[in-house]
Nanobody
């Protein structure tokens, strides 16, 4: 059974850092695009970052470019999202999702409806 499980969320002060993990089971991440999405209370879900299957090409939303870094460890079958210089507006539930092949990007963001498999999410709160 294909499954994605996120971890690493929590409470952090503005300017702080967190590293989110997305562990896959039931399939090999290397061939899949993995995207990170977030949804803040009362707002629509938005794409944050994506790493394409095979090529490993990465994409970032403008709002997180230079602050977030997506990476993949094929041995651990895990994708990470390193989040630095966090801001209160980064507060949201972060979810990872997978689709076979490359990322689908519109306006610099991964597109949620093209992803086939989803984790349940991990909450991130940036507050002093």
């Amino acid at each position: 059974q294909l499954q994605l499980v996120e971890s690493g969320g929590g409470l952090v002060q503005p300017g702080g850092s967190l590293r989110l993990s997305c562990v896959a089971s039931g399939f090999t991440l290397e061939s899949y695009a993995i995207g990170w999405f977030r949804q803040a209370p009362g707002k629509e879900r938005e794409g944050v970052s994506c790493i394409s299957g095979r090529s490993g090409v990465t994409y970032y939303a403008d709002s997180v470019k230079g602050r977030f870094t997506i990476s993949r460890d094929n041995v651990k079958n895990t994708v990470y999202l390193q989040m630095d210089s966090l801001k209160p507006e980064d507060t949201a539930v972060y979810s990872c999702a997978a689709r076979l092949g490359p990322c689908t990007i519109v306006g610099g963001r991964p597109v949620a409806y093209t992803m086939n498999y989803w984790g349940k999410g991990t909450p991130v709160t940036v507050s002093s």
